[in-house]
């Protein structure tokens, strides 16, 4: 029982890590598309490029 | 039901509903450049030389000449203004404002009663439907409220400002006409669709039902995006030379810059107002009631209104901002004059009514969550959505070009305060309504999880997806204001806010999306209708208020920004009233008629529940005679 | 009724909270310009360039956008030296202007704003050449040459600086009185520039500039290739003289009386110009 439940709390570190590590991605991908749309370049460090 | 044959009816429907859109395009004003020269002549082509005689073509030559001679814009002077002793201005203001107000109500309430009445075709439930009529029955007197308003508002204009109206008929011609003309439309299929209710209810006839319903929503459209034409051209003229003479055809001068801004503005506005006055209606046919099945219905009632209201308001920020954008774009003078000149004051008023309309949603939602015994779990997050309510619009209210005089600089310590000046600008405020939207809707989506137990087994992993998303989007919005808000050039600032704003929807359509999924055979905990304070009412209340008041605050921006012009800088207003008036003023006015609006709607609701009633006939006790 | 009498109460209420907002704010009524009588015979430099602050501050609408930074949408041209900025900008390599002195420059940023967009301050996207601000003697502004006479003279003066522009004249004067009675500027200034001729009589209602279509009239691109600028001139004050073949003859008859000399020139010179 109790394997399982420090198995538990493991995935369920692992699965919100894992999502925050998703969505930062996502994030930084929505960012970078849409300055660029707007031409409007990012360097990689989000800073403006040009 | 799909496959009926008059299924068919349907996009046949849509089709014509096209039909209706494209008639508004091809109405031609005069435009002499089709067919031949020779054909177009053949009766006076003729070659006169110096000292021959006069041909005798001289009435046709009078008739053709006025007609293709193009006309500038009247200039009247003062005296060219009827004056009936009391301000031309206020009279129309009153007239035009609540012909507005019942305009949007009417063109709103058959939209998302279509929809109603769809949701309950597609689920069988057969409430949705009833719920739908009751929506059309107390709205249905406000079609003639509109009308006598409208009808007055014209006759009002041409009589107090006859060379004007001269002018817009005309630049906009036959157009007049079209706009004439779609009130029949509107009223056939106003009346049949209201009065026919039973009797298109099942099968194939539902879906005539449902065609005219859809046909109302088009002729109601049409007639909007008409009259909007009138209002833009004043503001942004086109289709017509530097002194107002119309040098293209009716197109050209409807779809000016600001058209389609104002169209999609209002049409998303007009939504939300709808659903925000039946609101009210529930409201108060809850408080009055005191039977629980009556108490439940109009429950379900009033949280459907709050509902569209809400959904409909989330994106009515982006239209408006598209709105402003477009204003800037055709004269950054007329911008200027709006939020950083004269006027700019009144978006401060305006951020108390958003903030008002926001709080009183959210506390909706909140009190609602008592109707489930499963919102415990979500009870805790209640109250750091209303501090980030509370700070954020601390922020949206923060003034930054404030018109000060030298002692006043000297008292502030420069033109701006030295702490809150940062939080006055756009970067600021961009953070503060994005994340206004986004706890908006986590209250929301709170309220619709609080009667429900997932059981697809992913579910804690939706879950963390989910809290990411919020966190990582407020973060970035946070990030995205501060960092090119005010570390950055102009450029990069105001690009930033478009991906705020993109920020925000992708929390909305994942929020949907993920919960779509997620919920799908979801255990559904128990919940009861009507089991929520009387209090939470009065948010039903307050919502059509603040929208109601908001409403004519943007009517007093729409013609102020024109300044003293009535088509901007194609036709000068030189009547007495040719100047903005004060906010004070406006404060006023625009109470009046919102008080004027509340006395109609409660005619309006009144008359309603009239049709229903049936007076007991008294018993015959010696009273005869 | 008792439930009528609370939220109609609440409702009212709530209003009025909203009224009172706006009573607090700080309240400022927008005048429309108003005419103002100048007399010429007793007007002095100094009336002159007081003239152009108030126009500045007001009917001019200047101050809407040129503020000081951070506010301003546009240079502070009321707190740097106009004359000595002027010369700085004329010698700038991406001035393309026609403008030779201080006066010049000022007139030519009001009458044509994008010919020399200060760097950083055009229209976001154009890269600096295009000018966000209006064309001053159009509408909405709509200021006479007078009056933007006025505006250079208080540019240059409030710095010290030498005035070179000369004090208005009677016959200025009266060509712009001669607006009708009653309205404010409401009648067009005479127009400046052929293209201004050319709007302000609505030529294009009836004539292709740019091709040789017809529309009420013959397309004009290559007029001055088959008339003389006489012929052109007479088409003008007298349309039905000699008309082109298969045309109605609609062109008003009047543009003698309406049109100023200056204008009537450029016109013709513009036309004499089109050769196809």
């Known amino acids: 029982m109790e394997e399982k439940h420090k198995m538990g709390i493991f995935s369920t570190l692992i699965s919100v890590v894992i999502a925050f590590a998703i969505v930062l991605v996502l994030f930084y991908g929505l960012n970078h598309l849409i300055m660029g749309m707007q031409g409007l370049p990012l360097n990689v460090d989000l800073t403006p490029a040009g | ?625 | 009724m008792k439930v009528l009498f609370k939220t109609l109460g609440f409702s009212l209420g709530l209003t009025l909270v909203f009224t009172l907002v706006t009573y607090l704010l700080p309240q400022m009524k927008g005048e429309a310009p108003v005419e103002k009588q100048v007399d010429l015979g007793s007007l002095t430099m100094d009336d002159f360039v007081a003239l152009g602050e108030d126009l500045f501050n007001n009917k001019g609408t200047c101050t809407l956008c040129h503020k000081p930074p951070p506010l301003g949408r546009a240079p502070d041209i009321q707190g740097e030296n106009m004359v000595a900025l002027s010369a700085k900008r004329l010698a700038d390599e991406r001035y393309q202007g026609e403008a030779k002195d201080a006066a010049g420059y000022i007139m030519e940023s009001m009458l044509d704003p994008s010919r020399y967009v200060v760097a950083t301050w055009g229209k976001k996207g154009s890269n600096d050449s295009e000018s966000p601000m209006p064309v001053i003697d159009k509408a909405p502004i709509q200021l006479s040459s007078m009056e933007m006479d006025a505006i250079t003279a208080y540019l240059q003066a409030k710095d010290g600086n030498e005035v070179t522009v000369a004090l208005p004249t009677a016959e200025a004067a009266a060509e712009v009185s001669a607006a009708p009675a009653g309205g404010s500027a409401s009648a067009p200034a005479p127009a400046a520039t052929a293209d201004e001729a050319m709007a302000k009589y609505a030529c294009l209602s009836c004539h292709a500039m740019d091709s040789k279509d017809a529309l009420v009239g013959p397309g004009l691109v290559d007029v001055g290739g088959r008339l003389t600028p006489e012929e052109i001139r007479q088409s003008i004050l007298d349309p039905n003289a000699v008309m082109v073949e298969g045309f109605p003859p609609a062109m008003p008859a009047d543009f003698g009386t309406k049109m100023t000399v200056n204008e009537l020139q450029m016109i013709v010179s513009f036309l004499a110009e089109k050769k196809g």
Not at chain 2, 506 to 529: C, E, Q, Y
């Open chain 2, 1 to 625: 039901m799909m496959h009926s044959k008059f299924a068919k009816l349907f996009p046949m429907s849509l089709l014509l509903m096209l039909l209706f859109l494209g008639i508004t395009a091809p109405v031609q004003a005069t435009d002499p450049g089709t067919g031949s020269v020779a054909d177009r002549i053949a009766p006076v082509g003729q070659v006169q030389l110096t000292g021959e005689p006069p041909l005798e073509t001289e009435s046709e030559v009078a008739a053709v000449e006025e007609s293709v001679e193009p006309r500038a814009a009247p200039t009247p002077s003062r005296s060219d203004y009827p004056d009936i002793g009391v301000s031309s201005r206020a009279i129309v203001w009153v007239l035009a404002q609540l012909h507005l107000f019942f305009g949007a109500l009417v063109l709103a309430v058959p939209l998302f009663v279509l929809i109603i009445e769809l949701v309950g075709l597609f689920t069988g439930d057969e409430r949705y439907d009833d719920m739908a009529h009751e929506f059309m029955k107390i709205s249905l007197t406000g079609f003639s409220i509109t009308a006598i308003l409208g009808g007055s508002l014209a006759l009002v204009l041409f009589l107090l400002y006859p060379d004007f109206m001269a002018y817009m008929m005309r630049v906009f011609g036959a157009q007049w006409l079209v706009y004439a003309g779609l009130f029949f439309f509107e009223s056939f299929f106003l009346y049949t669709y209201y009065y026919g209710w039973n009797a298109f209810r099942y099968g194939n006839r539902k879906w005539v039902h449902l065609s005219l319903g859809l046909m109302l929503n088009a002729s109601g459209l049409t007639i909007m995006v008409l009259a909007n034409s009138w209002a833009t051209f004043m503001m942004a003229p086109s289709g017509v030379n530097e002194v107002g003479a119309v040098v293209g055809n009716i197109w050209e001068v409807m779809k000016g810059p600001l058209w389609n801004p104002i169209n999609l503005h209002r049409f998303i506005a007009n939504i939300a107002f709808g659903g925000a006055v039946v609101g009210a209606y529930a409201a108060f046919k809850f408080l009055s009631s005191s039977d629980p099945e009556k108490r439940a219905h109009y429950d379900w009632m009033g949280y459907t209104s709050n509902f569209i209201a809400i959904l409909a308001f989330l994106p009515l920020p982006f239209a408006g901002y598209w709105l402003m954008a477009e204003i800037y774009a055709y004269s950054q003078q007329m911008g200027i004059t709006a939020m950083g000149g004269i006027l700019a004051w009144l978006f401060i008023v305006q951020a108390v009514l958003i903030g008002t309309i926001l709080l009183a949603g959210n506390f909706y939602l909140w009190a609602g969550m008592s109707r489930t015994d499963g919102s415990e779990r979500y009870k805790w997050l209640v109250k750091f959505i209303a501090l980030v309510l509370v700070v954020t619009f601390l922020i949206w209210v923060t003034p930054h070009s404030l018109i000060l005089s030298a002692s006043e600089i000297s008292q502030l310590g420069g033109s701006h305060h030295h702490i809150l000046g940062p939080l006055g600008i756009m970067p600021a405020k961009n953070i503060a309504v994005n994340l206004m939207l986004i706890v908006t809707f986590l209250s929301f989506q709170l309220y619709r999880r609080s009667d429900k137990v997932a059981t697809v087994r992913w579910a804690p992993a939706g879950n963390a997806l989910m809290v990411a998303i919020y966190v990582v989007a407020i973060a970035n919005i946070i990030f995205l204001g501060v960092y090119y808000g005010y570390f950055t050039n102009t450029v990069y600032k105001v690009g930033s806010s478009v991906a705020q704003v993109a920020s925000t929807l992708v929390v909305i359509i994942s929020g949907i999306v993920i919960d779509t999924l997620m919920f799908r055979n979801a255990k559904i905990l128990p919940s009861h209708w009507g089991r929520i304070p009387d209090r939470a009412q009065y948010a039903l209340f307050a919502l059509p208020i603040a929208f109601t008041w908001l409403m004519g605050l943007m009517g007093y921006v729409r013609s102020s920004v024109k300044t003293h012009w009535h088509v901007y800088t194609v036709m000068k207003d030189n009547s007495p009233d040719n100047f903005i008036p004060t906010i004070a003023y406006a404060g006023n006015m625009i109470t009046i008629v919102t008080v004027l609006f509340l006395l109609c709607v409660l005619f309006m609701f009144w008359v309603a529940n009239l049709s229903g009633t049936r007076q007991v006939k008294p018993a015959a006790e010696g009273g005869a005679a």
